[in-house]
């Protein structure tokens, strides 16, 4: 299994940024994907989730209303739509994949850093 994290920069706060993660290795229907991430300092944190055979999906409650994750089929990726951004939104964003019935996250990509300038 492999995810491939892309889409970070430097934006202005107020701006937006969509981060993309590729996966291949396997077929991901049963799977739940996952955005994580983790500041200079601070442990890692959830950001949201989804489960991709139904769409389903959660978030943290410090992105609620400005983040959205979705699924490409087609492209077998995983979006995350970041608007509003806050500088407190800093930090190296990773995705991760676990089988549905899963506690924890087997699968990890490498970062993605995100820099959100006040």
């Known amino acids: 299994v492999q995810l491939q994290a892309s889409g970070g920069g430097l934006v202005q706060a107020g701006g937006s940024l969509r981060l993309s993660c590729a996966a291949s290795g396997r077929t991901f229907t049963n799977y739940v994907m996952g955005w994580f991430r983790q500041a200079p300092g601070k442990e890692r944190e959830f950001v949201a989730s989804?489960?991709?055979?139904?769409?389903?999906?959660s978030y943290a409650d410090s992105v609620k209303g400005r983040f959205t994750i979705s699924r490409d089929n087609a492209k077998n990726a995983v979006l995350l739509q970041m608007n509003s951004l806050k500088p407190e939104d800093t930090a190296a964003y990773y995705c991760a994949a676990k089988y549905l019935t899963n506690v924890g996250y087997s699968y990890w990509g490498q970062g993605t850093q995100v820099t959100v300038s006040s």
């Open positions: 989804i489960r991709w055979r139904v769409g389903s999906t």
